[in-house]
Each structure stands twice: as C-alpha cells, then as structure tokens.
C-alpha cells in the first residue's frame, strides 16, 4: 500500500469562505481521487485529479465549487468554494499503484464543519 | 436500481462465529470487486479484492464472487470484537477506474 497524508486533518469554516485539503503520497502513484463521505453516509466520487491537466468531475460536482490541482505524482489539492452547512462532510483522497492496479488505498480523510 | 446494493444492518454476531455480508450489483460488464472496512471516524481500509468468480481466503476472511448472479459476499471466520465496524463494498463499473461503493453494513460482534 501507500502512506498517504492529508491536511488539515480537520477544519471548522465560516459559510462562504473556502478551503485547500492537501493530500501527499509517499512515493509516485498512477491514479488520484477525491471522495466525500457526508455524516452517515457512503462515499461518492467527486472526481479524478489528473496530473498537469483539469480533473474529469462526476454528475453533481463542477470545477468552480471544487477546484482541483494535481501538479506531480505525489501531490493534489482540493478547495472546497463558497462553503454552505451541506458541505459539511469528510473529505478523503485516495490512490492506485500500478498493481494491483484498480486497489484503492485511501487517506485519513479530512473532517469539515461548516458554520 | 442502485448501482451497488448492501444490506444496511446492524448485522449483530457472537464472538467466534462467522459473519456473512453480502452485496449485489447491477453493472454486468463489473471485473473488479472490493471490501474496505471502516471503523467509526476512520478512513476505509482494504480488506480484500477479488477478480473471479468462486472464492478467495484471506486469513479470518473469504471474499466470494458469482458474476452470473451479480453478487459479492465476505465471510469473516471466528468473529472478535475487533471486526465490529462497517463493511463496504466496492465495485469498479463503467468498465474504466471508477469505484462505485454500497451503502456499507454495519457488523457488531458480541461478547
């Protein structure tokens, strides 16, 4: 597996202020991912972060309210835009390798409250 | 129809039996399939993943496929406490990277 960090760990935001979630691996991986796991729910994708272009989002997620940077193998960042309560959520990166090569492995997760 | 299916639980088991969870999909064309195991406040973590059909033992646990009838299960061998989280499974559709998880159940192991 990966050793995957994220920062911050946890945040608590005024609504309509932004924030970065930094997510760092520990040595080069093929695929990165953004989830958000709302209070008692499953995961959902928000998108790919693809390195040195714009991510590929899924249905119900746009790049203004979450822009996405992936500048190396190593690294990406996620803002959550002009936070609402509903952003509320944990916020998780996660990683594949080139084997097995659709494993996921994912990150402590990021907890946002928002205000 | 949702796209990965899992019974919500609470799935309650004494310690030392065997927990039986299961999970249905509806993509066909699905190859890939994953349990995590999530533990309250925690991240989900790999327990195992499986590519073909019949059976696959890890240790405590056996991943069981049948694509013919579109569904997953996870048997985990002489239950501890220490199993007692939610089981998710994962399934890649879309024939590309995308993984698709059910709702999760939630086991509880008794003492």
């Known amino acids: 597996s990966a050793v995957i960090s994220q920062k911050p760990s946890r945040d608590i935001c005024q609504r309509g202020t932004s924030l970065t979630i930094q997510c760092q691996v520990d040595?080069?991986?093929?695929?990165m991912f953004w989830y958000r796991q709302q209070p008692g729910q499953s995961l959902t994708l928000i998108a790919t972060a693809n390195q040195g272009s714009e991510a590929t989002y899924e249905s119900g997620f746009v790049i203004d309210k979450f822009p996405i940077s992936r500048p190396n193998l190593t690294f990406s960042t996620l803002t959550v835009s002009n936070m609402s309560p509903e952003d509320s959520s944990i916020y998780l990166c996660s990683v594949t390798r080139q084997t097995p090569w659709e494993t996921q492995y994912f990150g402590p997760g990021t907890r946002l409250l928002v205000l | 129809q949702k796209e990965v299916e899992q019974n919500s639980g609470p799935l309650s088991v004494p310690e030392g039996a065997i927990a039986s969870l299961n999970c249905t999909y509806s993509d066909r064309g699905s190859q890939s399939f994953f349990w995590y195991r999530q533990y309250s406040g925690k991240s989900p973590e790999l327990i195992m993943f499986?590519?073909?059909?019949g059976d696959k033992e890890d240790g405590r646990f056996t991943a069981q496929l049948n694509k013919a009838s579109q569904y997953v299960s996870l048997l985990i061998r002489d239950s501890q406490p220490s199993d007692s989280a939610t089981y998710l499974c994962a399934v890649i559709t879309g024939g590309g990277n995308k993984l698709t998880f059910g709702t999760g159940t939630q086991l509880k192991v008794e003492l």
């Open positions: 040595s080069q991986v093929t695929m």
């Open positions: 499986i590519y073909s059909n």
